[in-house]
């Protein structure tokens, strides 16, 4: 059974392999660079497992700088933004049509745009946001917001991966962060692996690495 017609997907971060559908994960970056790193490979594993992805951007990465990043790492961008198999928006356009919604009707847009995926023929939506457009007096709801699509998502074929950027957060917002999402993944030396706690942040731990996952 391949990846793609089980309950798995290939990650595209060096170092984990597959990652189960319904997962919920986020991961910390301290510049630029290290934002495009994550989410350029992650997208084209998703895009070449015939995934449907959305792609929310943000400050430091908006879109047009997005699609320039990925063109960079895969010949295909251009044709899968064609296809709509990519999409790639800015964060005020995205959330401008649910400003108005409250949390769990915007993880209703999420489980929505899955079934619309599925319909086309997709195996499966993948996505992901950068949150450095949050306020702090925002801070509270956006984290029951994320626990709320980590509920949701559970059985779904959807994979998500969160980015913050890690000079915004502090130790107790590391924790909040951690605990609302299924898992951290991080970038210690070469390889990606998971961190299990705020306190792992950073620091190796081979013995959580998806690396090698298969059913």
Not at 193 to 214: C, F, I, Y
Request: with cysteine.
């Amino acid at each position: 059974m391949t990846a793609a017609s089980s309950h798995f997907t290939h990650c595209g971060l060096p170092g984990i392999d597959l990652i189960p559908f319904g997962m919920h994960a986020c991961h910390f970056y301290k510049d630029r660079g290290q934002l495009v790193a994550a989410l350029a490979p992650y997208f084209v594993a998703g895009l070449n497992a015939n995934e449907r992805c959305l792609w929310i951007t943000a400050p430091p990465l908006p879109a047009d700088e997005a699609v320039e990043a990925l063109r960079a790492a895969w010949d295909g961008a251009d044709e899968a933004i064609r296809t709509g198999a990519l999409r790639v928006t800015d964060y005020d356009a995205w959330y401008a049509n649910a400003q108005e919604l409250k949390g769990l009707d915007v993880v209703r847009l999420w489980l929505d745009e899955e079934e619309q995926a599925l319909a086309d023929g997709y195996n499966g939506l993948r996505i992901t946001g950068n949150v450095t457009f949050l306020k702090p007096d925002e801070w509270a709801t956006f984290v029951e917001y994320e626990q709320a699509v980590t509920d949701a998502f559970h059985g779904r074929r959807i994979v998500a991966l969160c980015s913050y950027l890690l000079p915004q957060c502090d130790e107790a917002q590391i924790g909040e962060i951690m605990r609302a999402h299924h898992c951290v993944l991080e970038q210690p030396g070469a390889e990606w692996q998971v961190a299990a706690s705020p306190e792992d942040v950073g620091r190796p731990r081979p013995d959580l690495a998806l690396k090698g996952t298969s059913r």
